[in-house]
T-cell receptor, first 116, second 111 residues
Framework: AQSVTQLDSQVPVFEEAPVELRCNYS??????LFWYVQYPNQGLQLLLK??????LVESINGFEAEFNKSQTSFHLRKPSVHISDTAEYFC??????????????FGTGTRLLVSP | DGGITQSPKYLFRKEGQNVTLSCEQN?????MYWYRQDPGQGLRLIYY???????QKGDIAEGYSVSREKKESFPLTVTSAQKNPTAFYLC??????????FGPGTRLTVL
């Protein structure tokens, strides 16, 4: 069975500082990896995903994540955060061997709090 | 606009009452999903449907029921058998890619 661990439930950071949100997964098969962002009382929005190819993936708003197979990690980073990045971030994994039914397994989320 | 809509945004239920949450998508996606979100927890899968007239239980299906009579619609009924229904409910859909897209959610509160 797959699992996702987001060790940090909350990460406080000052505006314009760099941030890293950690995500580790456990799976016996090859996986797809996702980061979703959730603003208060809203649904989840896809931030970025790793399916194959380059291990470094980027979003349009400056976030990036690197797939590290040996460390089974998919940490999310941003070199300079903005107040508007305050939200909850979820890491999720799905396996490649069952693509007829894609089951996403989610981590418990990391709340990013950006202060001035 | 293409997307997923959920209604209502807020729903209040009395104990012993069944309520139905609506989920509609106009993305022409075959697969649809229902998740439950509780504070401090990730999302947990309630039910999913890969095609019309077919659906399967997820990890926490007890106390819930669904139907999939149309490709665009996947309503979720929270029955009186669900002992702790207060939560945020999210619907998602997926097309031919490997990405699930989420609706805005319904917050259900039991009075």
């Amino acid at each position: 069975a797959q699992s996702v661990t987001q060790l940090d439930s909350q990460v406080p950071v000052f505006e314009e500082a760099p941030v890293e949100l950690r995500c580790n997964y456990s799976s016996s098969v090859s996986v797809y990896l996702f980061w979703y962002v959730q603003y208060p009382n809203q649904g989840l929005q896809l931030l970025l995903k790793y399916l194959s190819g380059s291990t470094l993936v980027e979003s349009i708003n400056g976030f990036e994540a690197e797939f590290n197979k040996s460390q089974t990690s998919f940490h999310l980073r941003k070199p300079s955060v903005h107040i508007s990045d305050t939200a909850e971030y979820f890491c999720a994994v799905s396996d490649l061997e069952n693509t007829g039914f894609q089951k996403l397994v989610f981590g418990t989320g990391t709340r990013l709090l950006v202060s001035p | 606009d293409g997307g997923i809509t959920q209604s209502p945004k807020y729903l209040f239920r009395k104990e012993g009452q069944n309520v139905t949450l609506s989920c509609e998508q106009n993305l022409n996606h075959d697969a649809m999903y229902w998740y439950r979100q509780d504070p401090g927890q990730g999302l947990r899968l309630i039910y999913y449907s890969q095609i019309v007239n077919d659906f399967q239980k997820g990890d926490i299906a007890e106390g819930y029921s669904v139907s999939r009579e149309k490709k665009e619609s996947f309503p979720l009924t929270v029955t009186s058998a669900q002992k702790n229904p207060t939560a945020f409910y999210l619907c998602a859909s997926r097309g031919r890619t490997d990405t699930q897209y989420f609706g805005p959610g319904t917050r259900l509160t039991v009075l």
